[in-house]
């Protein structure tokens, strides 16, 4: 089988030619040519039948059509595992290509609202859908593609080991008050007093003008000033702090406004990233990591939009009612 597989290999275009016509012998070639190719005959009572070789040529092409298919499907073809592969990864980039297209519709046009409605030209509309349950499904998909990331040999990451949540604030509304998305497994401390702690993660990346700020060890930073501990913190035998942390800003603006802050932070309380305190092997983690966190920022902008217009829409109305 192997032997005829790679003669089928080397004369791949009689192989196709093969299978094409075998796909169109019956139906066509011996339905229009079958009687000028001698391949059919009619009876005394007009009746069509397969002569001798019609009966050779069709049983031969079927015999064709057995092998072939029995050799593609048994032999190891690693060539078309490849294109498979291939073809399979060209399939995922055009869905995430159509994905984030339709998220940027979305996100262009809710963002246009908002400079409406703040600029006068149209009225707080009252928003139907629900952005925290969103925030929060966001927040576990998140989780779910950073798992098989950090996984490792002797453990395997879970939901309960890493924690994402949101926070945000609306600069033309008050730019130092913020707020957590509602999306926590109730683990966020105050966000008054992080904002309040300038050692806090949060505070530092506010006040540094910075997109990220990362942290493999949750101990390192707390000795730069980073970090403050809560009591869902963990530590070693020797008192040290595990974990890690990172913590992402976006913005949403247009021509230099700046309409809402978000801040995305991920922490993790028994593991850290990544085990190797090896430059090279945390700064794979981290890159890997900003890559998730920039594909799902178009997706947050919009239901960050969504919580934006309900805020206005909600106050709108407590000022008229």
Not at 84 to 90: D, E, I, N, P, S
């Amino acid at each position: 089988m192997k032997k005829i597989n790679g003669c089928i290999r080397k004369h791949r275009v009689w192989s196709v030619i093969i299978l094409t016509v075998s796909g169109v012998w019956i139906s066509f070639i011996i339905t229009y040519f079958g009687e000028d190719l001698n391949l059919v005959k009619l009876d005394l009572n007009n009746k069509r039948h397969l002569t001798l070789l019609g009966i050779i040529s069709t049983l031969i092409i079927l015999a064709l059509i057995v092998l072939i298919t029995l050799a593609q499907k048994r032999a190891d073809n690693p060539d078309d595992e490849l294109l498979k592969a291939q073809f399979g990864l060209k399939v995922l980039n055009a869905i995430s290509n159509e994905f984030d297209s339709l998220c940027t519709n979305k996100y262009n046009t809710q963002l246009r609202k908002i400079i409406e409605i703040k600029s006068g030209r149209a009225f707080p509309i009252d928003i139907y859908s629900n952005p925290d349950e969103q925030l929060r499904k966001i927040s576990d998909s998140i989780i779910n593609c950073l798992l098989p990331l950090l996984d490792k040999p002797n453990h395997k990451f879970n939901l309960n080991d890493i924690y994402v949540s949101i926070a945000y604030n609306f600069p033309k509304e008050n730019k130092n008050e913020w707020h957590w998305a509602e999306v926590s497994r109730d683990r966020n401390p105050k966000i008054s007093e992080l904002l309040d702690n300038r050692k806090s993660t949060l505070s530092n990346l506010i006040r540094s003008g910075k997109k990220n700020l990362f942290f493999n060890s949750k101990q390192k930073a707390y000795e730069q000033n980073s970090y403050v501990k809560d009591e869902n913190d963990e530590f070693d035998k020797n008192n040290k702090l595990r974990g890690s942390i990172a913590c992402y800003k976006m913005s949403i603006k247009h021509s230099g406004d700046i309409y809402i802050n978000t801040i995305v932070c991920i922490t993790t309380y028994r593991m850290k990233f990544s085990d190797n305190a090896g430059t090279t092997a945390i700064d794979n983690v981290r890159y890997n990591i900003d890559e998730i966190i920039t594909d799902f920022e178009k997706r947050i902008g919009v239901e960050m939009c969504n919580v934006y217009m309900r805020y206005l829409y909600v106050n709108d109305k407590s000022l008229t009612s």
